[in-house]
């Protein structure tokens, strides 16, 4: 059986069970604000368009909460993958939520989407917006082996 090692713990499983795992990384509050980071890990059986993908991202999340705009999306490469990072901002007056998200698509023998997203109060952009640009810049894949 494999061992899957986690954050503070080790577990054992069985051969067929896959990480489906969702990783969620919480930020010292900054007044009523408690920034957080989630990263999610999507095996594919094919290699998407990414581009399709960050735009279904993006409608859904509109269809869900209140004065959403996107303010900026963007391709380019990480790690030798294709990447597009996403920003939004959702809500009204204090409560304003602003939302960044970078998509890369890990292609060879096993295809990966790998999705963060990071997420904080809209008034403590200048405070949280380098934070969360320093993470995506030092995420890496795990290397790849390519067909």
């Not at 993908?53 to 909460?65: I, N, R, T």
């Not at 405070?127 to 810049?137: E, G």
Request: hydrophobic residues 40%.
């Amino acid at each position: 059986m494999p061992k899957f090692q986690g954050s503070g713990f080790a577990v054992e499983l069985p051969e067929q069970c896959i990480d489906a795992s969702v990783y969620t990384f919480a930020f010292p509050a900054k007044g009523n604000d408690s920034p957080y980071m989630t990263i999610r890990v999507e095996k594919r059986s094919d290699g998407p368009d990414l581009k399709v993908v960050a735009d279904q991202e993006m409608e859904a999340l509109s269809e869900k909460v209140e004065a959403f705009q996107l303010i900026s999306q963007a391709a380019g490469q990480r790690s030798g993958c294709d990447g597009i990072m996403s920003s939004c901002e959702w809500g009204e007056g204090p409560a304003r939520v602003r939302q960044k998200q970078l998509l890369i698509l890990q292609c060879g023998e096993t295809v990966h989407l790998y999705k963060l997203t990071a997420i904080s109060l809209a008034s403590n952009q200048a405070a949280t917006d380098p934070l969360f640009d320093m993470i995506f810049r030092s995420f890496t894949p795990n290397a790849m082996q390519l067909p």
